[in-house]
Structure formats: structure tokens, C-alpha cells
């Protein structure tokens, strides 16, 4: 049995492999937050209020990074 080193402790092969499960899903979260921010953004109308524009874009990027992060999940 393996054991790999991450920071100062070390991990046996299937706590590397949920490491490694983990980092991956927390990329693809803030990936999804980042492309779905963006596109919210360019899809808002810019004669709304300020408020209801950042409301939306918070709140729906943060959503798309959560339903990136289930998909992904998944495989």
C-alpha cells in the first residue's frame, strides 16, 4: 500500500484519491461560477438597478457553479 505525501500529512491511496476528487470538483466549482457570472452578466439588462443586477449575477453564478460541481460529480 502506497503512501503519498500532501502538506505534512500522508494519505493512503484511496484519501489521495478523494484529494485529488476534491481539488478537482473545487476547480471546476469556481470555473463554473466564473463562465456563469460572466454570462449572466452579459445577459442582464444594463438599465436595471444596480442591486437587482448584482443580485442576480451573485446569486445565479454561485448556482452555476453548484450545478457544474453536481455534474461533475457524477462521472
Known sequence: MARHRVGDSHLSDAEYSQHQKEIWLAIVFIG?????????HWLCPSDWPKQVRFFLVITLSIRAGTIATWLNAEF
Open 32 to 40: 463554473g461560477v466564473l463562465l456563469g457570472g460572466f454570462g449572466i
